[in-house]
């Protein structure tokens, strides 16, 4: 049996498992292995349930306050990873990574938004909706004066480091390009370094909804150099953000550690990945297929996107969420063959 073969009867288990019918099955089955979703881990599903009543959440005037002091605390009281410079940033919060992303490109409305092949879709797909000048690029050396750069650390196509991370963020330093990171993944990570001593560092976005399964939550975080002010700043400072995502954030972040999830899953990460002939990420949830893998990889993200590019220029990026939720099923069944 190839090891396509077997990700696709592991799949078809699991749509099995769900009574999914035979249609269900196959749509499910087609894009088993696409896109990207936190791990519905049962510790953190058992810790939401006891999460505070909304009422209760929403009279908590210092929360937002409370949640945007703690959260640096929280990243970096680990070993996983290893980020230098954020004390020269201020932390607000942010309805995920998406909400400083647009405030990014408003605060820098008359420029190019510049991204590189493989980037989060939501830049290009932005862009052509609002109509603002972008441009995908392959180097840094494809950038120009007056672009702004929105990179993702780890990146998007991979969920890997990126090699030449210090040479970009130098050279943006030299022709004063402002850069957006977007760290959305960063604690689904290991054995990653991000030096923030950059001039050209204009704002880095931190989220929970890859790390928790509580995305439609909203959870994120924005840091910004100390002075800054706009639409975003000017709710954390009235104290008029969104108290619900922020008492579940603190909640959960008092409970778990920011390496939670890399700890408990990359075991089983590798094993899957042995068994079906993957490269692990650095991304827990990730893994780097082979050719056979291609149509199992962007393909069906793009689809539902309706994003117009041809799948075939992105990496394999397999997600194994899935099949790290149903651990035991899948262990059971790669057991009997």
């Not at 077997?6 to 019918?21: C, D, E, F, I, Y």
């Not at 998406?98 to 493989?118: E, M, N, P, V, W």
């Not at 117009?308 to 997600?319: A, P, S, V």
């Not at 969420?321 to 059971?332: A, I, K, R, S, Y």
Request: glycine residues 6%; contains cysteine.
């Amino acid at each position: 049996m190839t090891n396509l073969m077997l990700g696709k009867q592991l799949a078809w288990v699991v749509a099995q498992k769900n009574n999914l019918s035979f249609t269900q099955s196959r749509d499910f089955v087609k894009n088993f292995y696409s896109g990207s979703r936190a791990i519905a881990d049962q510790s953190v599903k058992a810790e939401l349930d006891s999460v505070s009543s909304v009422t209760d959440m929403m009279y908590q005037h210092n929360i937002v306050k409370t949640f945007e002091q703690s959260f640096a605390s929280w990243l970096t009281a680990q070993s996983s990873n290893f980020l230098y410079g954020l004390e020269n940033f201020e932390a607000d919060i942010s309805q995920g990574a998406t909400q400083g992303f647009d405030s990014f490109y408003l605060r820098h409305q008359q420029k190019r938004i510049a991204f590189f092949q493989g980037e989060y879709f939501y830049h290009p797909l932005t862009a052509q909706y609002l109509k603002i000048p972008s441009v995908c690029i392959h180097s840094c050396k494809d950038l120009l004066p007056g672009d702004i750069l929105a990179i993702s650390v780890p990146f998007c196509d991979t969920g890997n480091s990126i090699e030449d991370l210090e040479s970009i963020l130098t050279h943006c330093d030299q022709h004063n390009i402002p850069v957006l990171l977007d760290c959305a993944y960063w604690t689904i990570s290991s054995g990653l370094q991000l030096n923030l001593n950059h001039s050209c560092i204009d704002t880095i976005m931190f989220s929970l909804s890859k790390t928790f399964p509580v995305a439609h939550t909203r959870i994120g975080m924005r840091y910004t150099r100390p002075g800054l002010q706009d639409g975003q700043k000017l709710h954390s400072q009235i104290n008029y953000s969104n108290r619900l995502s922020a008492a579940i954030g603190q909640q959960l972040i008092s409970k778990f550690s920011s390496d939670y999830i890399v700890t408990k899953y990359r075991t089983q990460q590798s094993k899957l990945c042995s068994a079906l002939g993957l490269i692990p990420s650095q991304s827990v949830i990730f893994a780097d297929g082979t050719p056979e893998w291609q149509e199992y990889g962007r393909k069906g993200l793009l689809e539902t996107y309706n994003y117009e590019t041809d799948y075939r220029l992105f990496k394999n990026r397999i997600c194994l969420t899935q099949l790290l939720e149903n651990n035991n099923l899948v262990e059971q069944v790669l057991e009997t063959l």
